[in-house]
């Protein structure tokens, strides 16, 4: 819940409104990754359900489906394909994909507009702010293809944020339910991850997805947050 106020007030703060659906549900990503297929394709039917009557109201203004989680960004953006065959919810299922973006993809417009709007904002987080530490999750840099926007326009309003000098591409661990289903292969990769990160001794790690928050802080007393907790935290803390 911390993620989602902090993302409402980060968006708020540079004049995007928030609405949230209040029948929307879990994307359908965890029964897709236990194999029950049809348990999820019925959670993106309900979701669909949930949000279309924002997109087809004109006068709601809804002119994207922001995630803020990159796993269930790849799996909504994928709703089209998943759902291409079905013939009540096909074409809602393609609008729906087009219109997901990941949190991560409003960070121009959000940079460009707080960069505007407060010239000390700057030399504030880079006095203020903790160092960062950035584990790029695979569905963000793999799945979605959204590789080095988190980094540079964070670093643009001031923070020093840093990827590992080692495997940033590889997998922490996670990996959907992989944690649960296997979890000694993924407590080896979380602590290898964790390695290199660590090296980099900065005071937080930062990551886009809550299935990698989650498992990379189950092994480490460094604090384990999104980045969009940090951004939320300077901008409260502007006089």
Not at 62 to 80: D, P, Q, R
Not at 162 to 181: F, K, Q, W
Request: proline residues 5%; charged residues 20%.
């Amino acid at each position: 819940p911390n993620i989602n106020t902090a993302t409402a007030r980060v968006l708020d703060a540079v004049g995007i409104q928030v609405v949230v659906a209040p029948k929307a549900g879990c994307c359908g990503a965890v029964k897709v990754h236990l194999n029950d297929q049809e348990g999820g394709r019925r959670e993106m039917r309900a979701n669909i359900d949930a949000w279309w009557p924002f997109v087809e109201d004109r006068e709601s203004g809804v002119e994207a489906i922001v995630m803020n989680a990159s796993g269930c960004g790849v799996t909504v953006k994928e709703y089209g394909h998943v759902l291409q065959d079905d013939p009540d919810y096909a074409a809602k299922a393609r609008r729906i994909s087009e219109m997901t973006k990941d949190l991560s993809e409003l960070l121009p417009a959000i940079a460009q507009s707080l960069l505007a709007r407060d010239a000390a904002l700057v030399p504030r987080i880079r006095a203020q702010a903790p160092t960062l530490a950035f584990h790029p999750p695979c569905t963000l840099q793999h799945g979605q293809k959204l590789k080095g926007g988190v980094e540079h326009h964070l670093g643009a309003l001031g923070f020093d944020i840093r990827t590992a000098l080692n495997e940033s591409h590889l997998c922490c661990g996670s990996a959907g339910t992989y944690s649960v289903l296997n979890p000694k292969l993924a407590y080896q990769l979380r602590d290898r991850k964790l390695g290199h990160l660590g090296a980099l001794r900065q005071e937080v790690v930062v990551s886009a997805n809550i299935g990698c928050i989650t498992h990379l802080q189950s092994g480490t007393d460094t604090p384990v947050r999104h980045w969009v907790e940090v951004l939320d935290d300077a901008l409260r803390s502007a006089p």
